[in-house]
């Protein structure tokens, strides 16, 4: 391992950042600044930093809520739902189950309706297990109040969250069957592999056409999904492991088009979300490191 601590915890201070922002792009911007923030510091005075990584994660934080309260202002003119950036991850993530939930596009989709002071407090508690004196430094308000926030947010985050979570074998078995019934344009197969009140939202942030609003209803979203198959071009699916869970990549006439990830529930879909901004796929090509 290098000496260097912000090389030691570059992906921990990006999966912070990231989880903060749901934007791979500003996560970057953040991480960089912070080391810009790390760099400056005087040798001699970054020798005395008894704790690096509390440090760091201190400052990433702070310049993450800087700019989550800029994007919030930012997201309200946003064309169309919002969704959070995907990201190519490795077999790791999926192995450590709060970490693939939490980096889920479905919890990501969550941590949005948070404030970003309860986003900042949620995520550093519940995800990465930092002491609440910590989080206080990091967050400018004291530990007693932080205490609050956090209950807040728990509670806030149960109430909206998946209500089970199911493990990678049977989630990939679930999409499989999906993905097996859009190919044939099988109806009564997507019928039975999705929920009926399963919700489709999807992202093209007017950039590409996207439905403005949540499409609801099995028998909505299987019409349109058979449509998608008997249309004019060339469709192809293909699974990948996006934020923890899988995934599915669709090409329309060989152009990469969509990416999409699931919420699996009592062995149906109850939950799509299909990023089709191409803005938004610029980390799908190669992994993303993301530790706690």
Do not use: C
Not at 199 to 228: C, I, K, N, T, Y
Request: aromatic share 6%.
């Amino acid at each position: 391992m290098t000496d260097d601590p912000f090389v030691a915890h570059r992906s921990l201070l990006f999966t912070v950042a990231y989880e903060m922002l749901g934007s791979a792009a500003d996560a970057e911007d953040v991480v960089q600044e912070t080391w810009l923030r790390w760099d400056g510091v005087d040798v001699d005075a970054r020798a005395e930093v008894r704790d690096p990584r509390a440090y760091l994660v201190r400052i990433v934080t702070r310049l993450a809520l800087n700019r989550l309260r800029t994007l919030a202002r930012r997201r309200e003119d946003y064309v169309g739902e919002w969704l959070p950036e995907p990201l190519l991850t490795s077999p790791d993530v999926a192995d450590d189950v709060a970490l693939a939930d939490s980096v889920s596009i479905a919890m990501l989709t969550v941590l949005e309706t948070l404030g970003p002071t309860e986003r900042a407090v949620f995520v550093l508690r519940e995800v990465f297990d930092v002491p609440f004196d910590e989080i206080a430094h990091a967050v400018g308000k004291s530990p007693a109040a932080v205490r609050q926030v956090a209950h807040r947010a728990r509670e806030h985050v149960a109430a909206r969250r998946p209500r089970q979570q199911v493990s990678r074998a049977e989630q990939d078995a679930v999409v499989a069957r999906f993905l097996d019934a859009v190919r044939g344009g099988d109806v009564t197969a997507l019928l039975d592999v999705l929920a009926p009140d399963v919700v489709v939202v999807a992202d093209g942030g007017g950039v590409v056409l996207a439905s403005p609003r949540p499409v609801r209803g099995a028998a909505r979203v299987a019409q349109f999904l058979s449509l998608l198959a008997a249309g004019p071009g060339e469709v192809e699916l293909t699974t990948l492991p996006l934020n923890g869970g899988a995934g599915v990549r669709i090409h329309l006439d060989g152009e990469q088009d969509t990416f999409a990830t699931f919420v699996v529930e009592d062995g149906r879909i109850t939950r799509i979300h299909a990023v089709r901004n191409p803005h938004k796929l610029g980390r799908v090509d190669a992994e993303t490191l993301l530790t706690r």
